[in-house]
């Protein structure tokens, strides 16, 4: 079986992927694990999706709908139930196990990983204590929420403040549940404005900067948690500790891109995202091999995640054909008070090449500068940077004469 | 009443008081957040998202097609609890007309079999 385009992962970013290359005139096949198209989005039934892409505020299972009846009208082969277990990058094949076809070789033109992201979880962020039931990441506590339809908790804590988190706060009070506190390690939130307003303020649910939880108690099911403020190396002030009675903590502290499936492969990683290094095709270190959507970096918005879906799916196609045009390649590279600048590789030529980059902190009135050959190409004024949401700048190709350097003026 | 402006990632602290019959908003930037404060002051809505369970213990995500007054978000949600819907449901389907006497329906965001 031989396809132009294999694609890994069927949700926000494969999916885009998977259209853009069809429309390339690409023969594509996109393998899921789960019993459908839409990953993540299935679960996210709150609102807010779509603004940039759609113009209009989508639910997730709407905003993966859109794409799935796109998917569904073309010929592009859907693979569902499926494990891809294994990458030969000399050959370009894949290996799965699905329920139709069982143990499967596929060889492909291109594969564009878009295997998403998965949460940390109580063993990543050290928790001690004892380990009863009701310890819940808070995207697994969603999905048993609103697609199982379980209640997951009846006095529920959640530590982090990411989006998942203050949108599962609402959830839970939504489904009765008494949603004590939400904590947060640092003294900002990570997660939208927009969502500490709608999602705890609205309900009065309490949130609390610079607080960790340092015990859980509880035997079987949780009966409590022990909660104290942190100093500015976030160590907690043991003698401050206070015990909070509840029955679920739900976490929502981060997540990391699941790229268990390349490990080894020798593709060049970014220690910073935890993803791939790759250029502006979104192409990897390896040859013929993108990566795509929150695999490659965790992103804030799914209308981000399409666009970059759709990138690496109209350059794999283009790969697979044997028309992709690269140029002479400079490193984009992110300097004093910007983590990360994505792609990490762009090349010379013709028209416009998009950025996204985050910041380290929150930087007030700060302008971004990008150099070029150490000349000021463009510079970009903000009222606010935060961690918490990617930017993007824009850059004329015919300006690139060197390195590209993305730095912050305070 | 006190609040955060979520216009933009500022997030800006905004005071609303009312003098006479003028609505004040204080702490804000920009006009945006003139806008928003008066919007919150007078008339807070949103849009309200839950699950409905269907007769076989699924479990369908819902909408309101359209913002509602924030002080009937409860209201909408016992509604919502107490009734057990039938499949198949398409996206858009709607669920309850007019939920509460609000004038806005409840329609469904996800196509179940």
Known sequence: ?410 | MNTICIMCPMGCPLEITESGNVIVVKGNTCKRGTDYGVQEYSAPKRVVTSLVHTETGKVVSVKTAELIDKKIIFNVLDALKNIRIKLPIKIGDVIIHNVCGSGVNIVATSSIE
Do not use: W
């Not at chain 1, 082969?77 to 499967?104: H, Q, R, W």
């Not at chain 1, 980059?357 to 190409?377: C, D, H, M, P, T």
């Open chain 1, 1 to 410: 079986m031989k396809y132009d385009v294999v694609i890994i992962g069927g949700g926000p970013a494969g999916m885009a992927a998977a259209i853009s290359a069809y429309e390339q005139g690409s023969s594509v096949a996109v393998f899921e694990r789960d019993t459908r198209l839409g990953g993540i989005l299935n679960q996210c039934i709150h609102n807010g999706f779509g603004l940039h892409y759609f113009k209009e505020e989508l639910t997730g299972p709407e905003y993966a709908e859109r794409f799935r009846a796109k998917v569904k009208d073309s010929n592009i082969a859907v693979y569902l139930e499926a494990m891809v277990l294994t990458i030969d990058k000399e050959n370009m094949t894949i290996t799965a196990i699905t329920p139709s076809c069982g143990f499967m070789e596929v060889e492909a033109g291109a594969i564009i990983l878009a295997m998403g992201c998965r949460e940390r979880t109580a063993g990543a962020i050290n928790l001690t204590g004892t380990r009863p039931a009701g310890v819940y990441t808070a995207g697994m506590a969603q999905r048993l929420s609103n697609i199982n339809g379980y209640m997951v908790g009846k006095k529920v804590v959640v530590l982090g403040s990411g989006d998942i988190g203050l949108i599962m706060a609402r959830r839970m009070t939504f489904e009765g549940a008494e949603v004590k506190m939400v904590l947060e390690l640092m003294p900002y939130s990570s997660g939208l404005k927009r969502n500490i307003v709608q999602c705890l303020d609205d309900y009065n649910i309490p949130l609390k900067y610079s607080y960790t939880v340092t015990r859980i108690v509880g035997r079987k099911r949780v009966e409590g948690i022990f909660i104290a403020p942190v100093d500015e190396k976030l160590r907690p002030f043991t003698d401050k500790e206070e015990y909070v009675e509840c029955d679920t903590l739900l976490l929502s502290v981060g997540l990391i891109p699941e790229n268990d499936l390349v490990s080894g492969m020798g593709i060049e990683m970014s220690p910073i995202t935890a993803g791939a290094v790759v250029d502006e095709n979104r192409q990897t270190s390896l040859k013929g091999i993108f990566s795509a959507g929150n695999v490659l970096h965790v992103h804030d918005l799914v209308d981000n995640v399409s666009a970059e879906g759709a990138i690496a799916g109209v350059a794999a196609a283009k790969y697979a054909k044997g028309e992709l045009i690269e140029g002479k390649a400079y490193a984009a590279i992110a300097e004093k008070g910007v983590r990360y600048v994505l792609p990490q590789k762009v090349y010379s030529g013709a028209g416009k090449v998009k950025l996204y980059f985050r910041v380290g902190a929150v930087y007030k009135n700060a302008r971004l500068i990008v150099a070029s050959g150490g000349e000021n190409v463009v510079t970009k004024k903000y009222m606010i940077l935060s961690p918490g949401e990617m930017e993007s700048v824009e850059l004329d190709k015919s300006k690139i004469n060197g390195d590209i350097v993305l730095s912050l003026e305070v």
